[in-house]
Structures are given as C-alpha cells and as structure tokens.
C-alpha cells in the first residue's frame, strides 16, 4: 500500500508569488491535514478536508487556503508569499471519519523556501 | 487556550533511558500520542494513551500520564542511536464539531556512544 504522497518536495519561490503543493493519501483515507512545520513554531495545524468538505481550520491567514478531490486528492495553496511563510508542510491522511482518535499517516513534505 | 509543551534538546548515552516530557493545556483531551520524526521524513506514530490511562509500555517504550498535571512523558528504554530524531507530543482537542491534533514544537534527541 503505498504510503502519503506530497510533491514537489522541494520548491523556492520569491515574495509575492504563490505556491500549490500537493498530496495524495492513502488509498481509501478520505480525511486530509495539513500542518506546517517550522523551527521556531513546532507543528502548526493548517486544516482538515474530508470528502471534499473543510471541516477544520487553523489560525493562518487567508493568504493560505486548500481543496480536496473527489478522489480524496488535497492541495494547498499560499498566496502573496512572505518570508516567514518558509518551511516544511506536511500532510497527513486518516481512514477514520474523526482523524484525530487514532493514527495520521504523514507524507515526508514539501520543503518551501522564499527569497 | 490551547498549548502543548516540550523541552527542545535531549542528550543521553547509549544504553541509557531517555525520557522526554511533555505538558498540554486541555484537560478534555482524551486521546494523547507520541511521534517521531527522522532527519528528512515525516512524522510516524510511536505510541499513543488513552486519557482513562496511567501507563502505556510497548518494548522499550513506557508512557506515563499525569492528569492532575496535565503532565505526559515518553521513556526509551536501553537508548540506541537509531533512536536519535525528534520527538513530537501531541494532545487531541475538540473544537469546531471535530477533534484536531496540537503539537509541541518536538524534542530534539542525540544519542551519543
């Protein structure tokens, strides 16, 4: 079974730009999380999409946004980059319908950098 | 509000015990998990504690909580190096119709010969 999908793994942007990473699931998790990770902050939760529908959201602004698929595919999305919006962004699936009473698969990441 | 804290560093000797700790603010929380995460990967579940519980052991692994404290701490018995990576806590909280996961900012463990 393969695991939690996250590309690109590595990106560099410049501010102002924006930026869509990627992830696919497991196959059959239909609950998607989104965390970003930075030295300073730890582990940050962004949101959680489930068959399509944002169930959960973190305290980002909106410059940072997401989807799913029907395919439980999730992306995200960061608008007008800054500085500090460098880091590792995680994504993790669940087979459960409340992802967070039991295990979150993670994906490796997606390292961003801005300039 | 909610909070979950860790130490940032942990050195220890192989052969040693580590124990990492680890406090959080939500006394509801009823799920309560430990991750790991290896240099360049993401993180994967190592344990996790019902809150109805005292003490998980799994192999090298003991949990311990401490409700009245909001207290959770994670013991590696018998320290090898390729027990060096970070070590993230975590506390599920309700909010929003749904539970979600805080993390602490990880603890950082080297095991040195």
């Known amino acids: 079974k393969a695991g939690v999908t996250q590309t690109p793994r590595y990106l560099i942007k410049t501010r102002g730009q924006q930026v869509t990473l990627s992830c696919s699931p497991i196959s059959g998790h239909r609950s998607v999380s989104w965390y970003q990770q930075t030295p300073g902050q730890g582990l940050q939760f962004l949101f959680e999409y489930f068959s399509e529908t944002q169930r959960n959201k973190g305290n980002f602004p909106g410059r940072f946004s997401g989807r799913q698929f029907s395919n439980s595919r999730s992306e995200m999305n960061v608008s007008t980059l800054e500085l500090g919006d460098s880091a590792l962004y995680l994504c993790a699936s669940s087979g459960r319908q409340n992802p967070n009473t039991g295990e979150l698969f993670f994906g490796e990441g997606s390292r961003l950098t801005v300039l | 509000g909610e909070d979950v804290e860790q130490s940032l560093f942990l050195s220890v000797r192989e052969g040693d015990s580590s124990v990492i700790n680890c406090t959080y603010t939500?006394?509801?929380?009823?799920?309560l998990y430990w991750y790991k995460q290896e240099p360049g990967a993401g993180l994967q579940l190592l344990t996790y504690i019902f809150s109805n519980m005292d003490m998980k052991q799994d192999q090298r692994l003991t949990v311990l909580l401490n409700k009245k404290d909001k207290h959770l701490s994670l013991r590696i018995a018998d320290t090898q190096t390729g027990d060096s990576a970070i070590y993230f806590c975590?506390?599920?909280?309700?909010?929003?119709?749904?539970?979600?996961?805080?993390f602490g900012a990880g603890t950082r463990l080297a095991v040195h010969p």
């Open positions: 975590a506390e599920s909280t309700f909010s929003g119709g749904y539970n979600k996961l805080i």
């Open positions: 939500d006394s509801s929380s009823t799920y």
